[in-house]
């Protein structure tokens, strides 16, 4: 079992930043892919970002294209999502969640991560 603890999330301001965290625990770190997810109130959960075991490969929905950014510290156990210029409609609870292997591509379905995260609320104020 792999747990996953976000943090980071709060209040801003339109045009504001915030990074998100994850912590991963219970499974080599190296060994799973990760993922960032939000989910607005009325609407369904949508892919954000993702990475893989090294680093080396990240993929973005384009709404967040330029302005986030998915890194991963696998000395920490750690994966974050740095928001930058955020807009009202990044408002969302932002889940965390990893996959075990390595897939030639990473997915950007919900249903191929393994593992979640409670979830942590981020809100942007116009």
């Known amino acids: 079992q792999v747990q996953l603890v976000e943090s980071g999330g709060g209040l801003v301001q339109a045009g504001g930043s915030l990074r998100l965290s994850c912590a991963a625990s219970?499974?080599?770190?190296?060994?799973?892919?990760m993922g960032w997810f939000r989910q607005a109130p009325g609407k369904e959960r949508e892919f954000v970002s993702n990475?893989?075991?090294?680093?080396?490969?990240?993929r973005y929905t384009d709404s967040v294209k330029g302005r986030f950014t998915i890194s991963r510290d696998n000395a920490k156990n750690t994966v974050y999502l740095q928001m930058n210029s955020l807009k009202p409609d990044d408002t969302a609870v932002y889940y965390c969640a990893a996959g075990d292997g390595i897939p030639l591509t990473i997915p950007t379905t919900a249903r191929r991560y393994d593992y979640w995260g409670q979830g942590t609320q981020v809100t942007v104020s116009s």
């Open positions: 990475i893989n075991w090294s680093g080396g490969s990240t």
């Open positions: 219970g499974r080599t770190f190296s060994n799973l892919y």
